[in-house]
C-alpha cells in the first residue's frame, strides 16, 4: 500500500489538507495520514485521510537527543511516524505546503535497501560544510527506523 502523512499544527490544518487533495488527485496513493495535535480535525474529511493525535503522546526517551532538538515537537513527528504508524512499512512525508501537480506514484518504487529514510539532496551545504537535503519531500523507511534509531 501506498501511505503518506502530514505533520501539522492548527493553523497549517487548511494547507495539510489542500496539499493532501493533490497528493491524491495526482497519484495513487492508498491512505493519508494526518499528524495533528487535536482528537478530531475540525471538519469532516474524505475517508482516505486518517488523523493521528499527537499532543500529550511522549515518542522520545527524556534524556534523548531528539528532547535537546531545535526543531519543533511535530517536525520530530517524521521522525516518530514509525511508532504512529506501526503497521505502515514505508510512508512519504510531505510539507504541508506541498501541492502535487503530476504523477507522484514512481516516489514510492525508490529502493530503500536499509537506509532510514529518502530525500533529494540540494546542492548548496550547511555554513559547516555538510551537505543538506531538502525534507519537504521524503520517503520514509518505516520498518528500518523500528530498530531503535528514531528513539
Known amino acids: 500500500m501506498k501511505h503518506a502523512s502530514y505533520c501539522g499544527t492548527r493553523n497549517i490544518y487548511d494547507d495539510m489538507e489542500v496539499s493532501a487533495k493533490s497528493l491524491v488527485a495526482n497519484s495513487s496513493v492508498d491512505c493519508v495520514h494526518f499528524i495533528i495535535e487535536d482528537d478530531e480535525f475540525p471538519r469532516?474529511?474524505?475517508d482516505f485521510i486518517k488523523c493521528h493525535n499527537v499532543r500529550n503522546q511522549t515518542y522520545f526517551k527524556p534524556d534523548s537527543p531528539n528532547m535537546a532538538s531545535k526543531f519543533?515537537?511535530?517536525a520530530m513527528m517524521r521522525i516518530a511516524l514509525c511508532h504512529v504508524l506501526p503497521d505502515v512499512g514505508k510512508v512519504l512525508s510531505l510539507d504541508c505546503d506541498t501541492v502535487v501537480?503530476?504523477?507522484a506514484d514512481d516516489i514510492w518504487d525508490i529502493p530503500l535497501d536499509g537506509c532510514y529514510?529518502?530525500?533529494?539532496?540540494?546542492?548548496?551545504?550547511?555554513?559547516d560544510g555538510l551537505q543538506y537535503c531538502n525534507f519537504g519531500v521524503v520517503l520514509y523507511n518505516l520498518e528500518?527506523?523500528?530498530d531503535g534509531?528514531?528513539?
Open 44 to 46: 469532516p474529511l474524505p
Open 72 to 74: 519543533t515537537y511535530m
Open 101 to 103: 501537480l503530476r504523477n
Open 117 to 127: 529514510l529518502s530525500a533529494s539532496e540540494e546542492h548548496h551545504r550547511t555554513k
Open 144 to 146: 528500518a527506523l523500528r
Open 149 to 151: 534509531k528514531a528513539d
